[in-house]
Each structure stands twice: as C-alpha cells, then as structure tokens.
C-alpha cells in the first residue's frame, strides 16, 4: 500500500495518520512498541523526504496478512520514494543542533535500514521485526538495529 506525498511539512502528519489506519487490519495493535516504533520511523523518512529534497515523495508500507497472530514473527517494511537523485550524506549533528539526527534515528531502532537508486530518483526504506518480547528486550539493550553506517548520522538530500 502506498501513499502520495507532496513537498509539504504538514504531509508528515497526515502520512502517520494514515500510516496508524493501516494498522487496524495487519493484526499489529496501536499500543504495541511495534506500531510506535514504526509511527515514529515514517514521520522521520518522510520529513527527510519533504524537507531535504522539495519534491514530491511515495510512501510505501509493507505490512503482515490480517491473518497473522499477533504473537508470531513478522517484518514490517517502511519505504519513501523521491526523485532526487542525491544519496543519502553522512552528518554528524552537534549537541545544540536542532536537525540532522533523522537517519541516525532510524538507524537506532530499525532492525534493519539503507537506500537504493530507483527509476531517476531514489528509495530509503527500514525494516521492522516483530519479534518475542525477550528478544525485543534483548534488542533494545543493545542499541536497536544494525546498519553498514553503524554510528554515523546521516541526513538525506
């Protein structure tokens, strides 16, 4: 499922409202730390997308089957499409910096995240497992996810 996102900051709220609709029928529940991870993880990709690239964006959602237990293994995958061509750059945000923290973020509590070139633009996409809670515990007591630019901030243009 996908939605159409214009160059607008306010598109970021309307993308996590509809990113939280879409919930309802995955059988992911709206208090579960799953859905506010991944609530939390569009507003960031698309605020990239919106803010750094002043174009328009496609957000893309990759949930589990309806028929799905509640307690059983799933990833979910986040996707923001734009048309800037321009990857992704490394930014190290100092302590009084008001941005530049968004892919640092994600790359935080993604399970796994990165980018790649598409049509004449370009895809940053994460994904979510949804796991045991003690595996989830384990996870967070070791910093979240894992990506090749482990501890590098990153901002997208």
């Not at 799953?34 to 698309?46: D, G, R």
């Amino acid at each position: 499922m996908q939605l159409e996102i214009r160059p607008d900051p306010t598109e970021v709220g309307r993308a996590r409202r509809w990113a939280r609709s879409r919930l309802a029928g995955s059988g992911i529940t709206a208090d579960e730390p799953l859905a506010e991870t991944l609530i939390l993880l569009v507003s960031e990709l698309v605020t990239n997308a919106v803010v750094h690239t002043a174009r328009p964006a496609v957000l893309r959602l990759c949930l589990p089957a309806p028929a799905a237990e509640s307690g059983a293994s799933v990833t979910v995958r986040v996707e923001v499409a734009d048309t800037s061509s321009r990857a992704p750059v490394p930014r190290c945000a100092d302590g009084d910096a008001t941005g530049g923290r968004g892919l640092a973020l994600v790359d935080c509590l993604a399970d796994r995240w990165g980018w790649s070139p598409e049509g004449v633009g370009k895809s940053i996409w994460c994904e979510l497992d949804r796991c045991s809670a003690s595996r989830q515990s384990a996870a967070l007591a070791y910093g979240g996810g894992l990506s090749a630019y482990e501890g590098l901030a990153f901002e997208a243009v």
